[in-house]
T-cell receptor, first 114, second 113 residues
Framework: AQSVTQLDSHVSVSEGTPVLLRCNYS??????LFWYVQHPNKGLQLLLK??????LVKGINGFEAEFKKSETSFHLTKPSAHMSDAAEYFC????????????FGTGTRLKVLA | ETGVTQSPTHLIKTRGQQVTLRCSSQ?????VSWYQQALGQGPQFIFQ???????GRGNFPPRFSGLQFPNYSSELNVNALELDDSALYLC????????????FGPGTRLTVT
């Protein structure tokens, strides 16, 4: 079975500094991986996806993630945090890959300090 | 293009009652999935409907049931509500059952007292 582990439940950064949200996955296949963001009282929004093409995936709002098979990781990064980035972030794997059932991580709450 | 919409926004029910939640999929999408998100947790997959048929189910009891209509909108029904059913219920639509991306609605917040 596929699974993802988000290594930090809370991350705090200062505005303008880099963001790193960590995610490790477990998969017996080549996985389909996603990052979603959830702002308060809003639905989940897709930031980016990895589907066995380029290992460095660029998403919306300046976010990107790198798929590292040797480390079974799919960490989310952004060079410079903005106040509007404060939200809950979820790492997701589809099980089986390329199908409908999403397995969510437990989430990382990002706080951006002025 | 209209996104995924859900109704109602909030709902309060009493233990033992039944509830129906509704979802309209994004235009052109024929697949709808439902997720339960308890407070402080990630969403859990309930089931998916593809062209009006159930197309996969998570670890939820039979009192969680659903429907998909010819226009691809969907309902989630929960019978015999329990306190632990209190959660945010999210609907997501996709272009087909094998599509990579799912597009989520804002959710329905259900409180069971």
């Amino acid at each position: 079975a596929q699974s993802v582990t988000q290594l930090d439940s809370h991350v705090s950064v200062s505005e303008g500094t880099p963001v790193l949200l960590r995610c490790n996955y477990s998969s017996s296949y080549s996985p389909s991986l996603f990052w979603y963001v959830q702002h308060p009282n809003k639905g989940l929004q897709l930031l980016l996806k990895y589907t066995s093409a380029a290992t460095l995936v660029k998403g919306i709002n300046g976010f990107e993630a790198e798929f590292k098979k040797s480390e079974t990781s799919f960490h989310l990064t952004k060079p410079s945090a903005h106040m509007s980035d404060a939200a809950e972030y979820f790492c997701v794997v589809s099980d089986p890959p390329g199908t409908y059932k999403y397995i969510f991580g437990t989430g990382t709450r990002l706080k951006v300090l002025a | 293009e209209t996104g995924v919409t859900q109704s109602p926004t909030h709902l309060i029910k009493t233990r033992g009652q039944q509830v129906t939640l509704r979802c309209s999929s994004q235009s052109g999408h024929n697949t709808v999935s439902w997720y339960q998100q308890a407070l402080g947790q990630g969403p859990q997959f309930i089931f998916q409907y593809y062209r009006e048929e159930e197309n996969g189910r998570g670890n939820f009891p039979p009192r969680f049931s659903g429907l998909q209509f010819p226009n691809y909108s969907s309902e989630l029904n929960v019978n015999a509500l329990e306190l632990d059913d209190s959660a945010l219920y999210l609907c997501a639509s996709s272009l087909n059952s094998g599509a990579y991306e799912q597009y989520f609605g804002p959710g329905t917040r259900l409180t069971v007292t």
